[in-house]
């Protein structure tokens, strides 16, 4: 079975400071590893994915994760962050053939001014 | 292009009413799934269709049933609402699987009284 576990439930950072989401999975076989984001009182849209292509992903609004199998990570980062990155983040895992995406718990992000 | 419609958008039952929740997709999808959404657990995948016809339990199917109406149609049934029921449902879809971005509804805020 897969299993995502995100480390900190709520983060707050500066404007233009690093944003910096962390996520480890837990997976039997290759993975594939997905961070969506869910602004206030909408659903959830794909930020970026992993599916064994290049390790370093880039997805939307400037952020990106590495796939790291040695430490089964998948941290998301951005460099600088926006008052319009406020929002949850969750990360979420898949096996091949597999329809059952699971979920991390979450992790909600604040941006100070 | 209105992607994932979920109906309604809330909704307050009594502990042992019955209601449907309709979702419906015209992006011509193969794979529908039902999550719901509570604080600190991330999404729950509730039931899924991997493909229109067939339809299979997720992590926490008890007390719901599913039908896979047509191809765009993917309804969510409470036969007996309780109050751990109380949460928030999202509909998604994606072409062939959950290794393709899943597209969500805005979601369905449920009580349970």
Known sequence: AQSVTQLG???SVSEGALVLLRCN??????????WYVQYPNQGLQLLLKYTSAATLVKGINGFEAEFKKSETSFHLTKPSAHMSDAAEYFCAVSAPNDYKLSFGAGTTVTVRA | NA??????????????QSMTLQCAQDMNHNSMYWYRQDPGMGLRLIY?????GTTDKGE??????VSRLNKREFSLRLESAAPSQTSVYFCASSEKGPHTEAFFGQGTRLTVV
């Open chain 2, 3 to 16: 992607g994932v419609t979920q109906t309604p958008k809330f909704q307050v039952l009594k502990t042992g």
């Open chain 1, 9 to 11: 439930s709520h983060v």
């Open chain 2, 60 to 65: 926490v199917p008890n007390g719901y049933n």
């Open chain 2, 48 to 52: 899924y269709s991997a493909s229109e």
């Open chain 1, 25 to 34: 999975y837990s997976s039997s076989v290759p993975p594939y590893l997905f």
